[in-house]
Nanobody, 121 residues
Framework: QVQLVESGGGLVQAGGSLKLSCAAS????????MGWYRQAPGKQRELVAT???????TYADSVKGRFTISRDNAKNTVYLQMNSLKPEDTAVYYC???????????????WGQGTQVTVSS
């Protein structure tokens, strides 16, 4: 399977910014949709933002205007720029990607290990 490696989480004060990165390992043939999800303590995992191969994006209403998702197809990497962070953004953030990899063009749908984002008030 394809491994997704996340980085960029941490502790920030309310109103601050963080940028998350997620890179896919292995020989990637193509990636369809890449996305970010988050899970706060005691809550279900929820979608934050997605970006399709053509560049179209979707955002959760709670982050619209504050977060920006982007991708670098040459690097098989997806980013999440988070501005004007709020305490309610505190969660473990997971990236997800699906597509094909390897010489046999096997399909994959993988998750990262998660990175903690903590916003203090």
């Amino acid at each position: 399977q394809v491994q997704l490696v996340e980085s960029g989480g941490g502790l920030v004060q309310a109103g601050g910014s963080l940028k998350l990165s997620c890179a896919a390992s292995k020989i990637i043939v193509s990636i369809n949709t890449m996305g970010w999800y988050r899970q706060a303590p005691g809550k279900q995992r929820e979608l934050v933002a997605t970006i399709r191969s053509g560049g179209s994006t979707t955002y959760a209403d709670s982050v619209k205007g504050r977060f920006t998702i982007s991708r670098d197809n040459a690097k098989n990497t997806v980013y999440l720029q988070m501005n004007s962070l709020k305490p309610e953004d505190t969660a473990v953030y997971y990236c997800n990607a699906d597509g094909k990899f390897g010489l046999l063009r096997q399909q994959f749908d993988s998750w990262g290990q998660g990175t903690q984002v903590t916003v203090s008030s």
